[in-house]
């Protein structure tokens, strides 16, 4: 134990939190997801987080939304919102660019980090579906900085993880994907 550990009560130095830019990983890779294997985007995204009673957060996601309504006028992204049996927030964006959908989600985050909310996103979500029409999404964790494929398999409550694999091989050298596949949890009910 240094002198610092003495004084600090032993208390480690918190991980600097993970890379914001890792969600721009999306920006490219989804070329490679269409032109390369079929996987096209859905033109939906959403950021969902836990909110928070208080009128500071309260009045951030009120600004945000606002923010995204008034430029989603210049792109043609629309937004709407919805709460999930959890009490969680989604805020959903349909845009066929995709790059104005990562635009929009990183402003949301960004919004509620600058003010002291980052702990309370939970994860980011873009939709895509294969040549066969099957669901594929791409969950961005904001607490690890890693992206993972999250593919339903028909019925509630069931993944086709050999689906998961084959996404997360033909996609992990162009997004940071997360190397702990017990980390890659479902997110069930997703709105989009």
Not at 42 to 47: D, E, P, T
Not at 87 to 115: C, K
Not at 165 to 171: F, H, N, R
Request: glycine share 10%.
């Amino acid at each position: 134990m240094g002198f610092l550990d003495a004084i600090l009560g032993g208390k480690k130095k918190l991980k600097a939190p993970p890379a914001a830019d890792r969600l721009f990983a999306m920006s490219t890779a989804y070329v490679t997801l269409s032109t390369g294997h079929g996987i096209e985007t859905k033109g939906v995204a959403a950021i969902v987080f836990q909110p928070l009673a208080t009128a500071d957060f309260e009045a951030i996601v009120a600004e945000m939304e606002e923010l995204l309504h008034g430029t989603g006028a210049d792109t043609g992204t629309t937004i709407s919102t919805s709460e999930d049996s959890h009490g969680y927030r989604w805020i959903e964006l349909r845009d066929d660019d995709i790059e104005d959908l990562v635009v929009g989600v990183n402003a949301v985050s960004d919004a509620l980090m600058v003010g002291g909310y980052g702990d309370r996103v939970l994860a980011a979500v873009f939709a895509f579906k294969d040549s066969k029409g099957k669901r594929v999404y791409f969950i961005y964790n904001y607490k690890r900085g890693y992206w993972y494929p999250f593919v339903p398999a028909a019925g509630q409550q069931a993944r086709d993880g050999e689906r998961e694999l084959q996404v997360k091989a033909m996609i992990g050298s162009e997004m940071p994907i997360e190397p702990e596949l017990e980390r890659w949890f479902p997110l069930w009910g997703i709105p989009i």
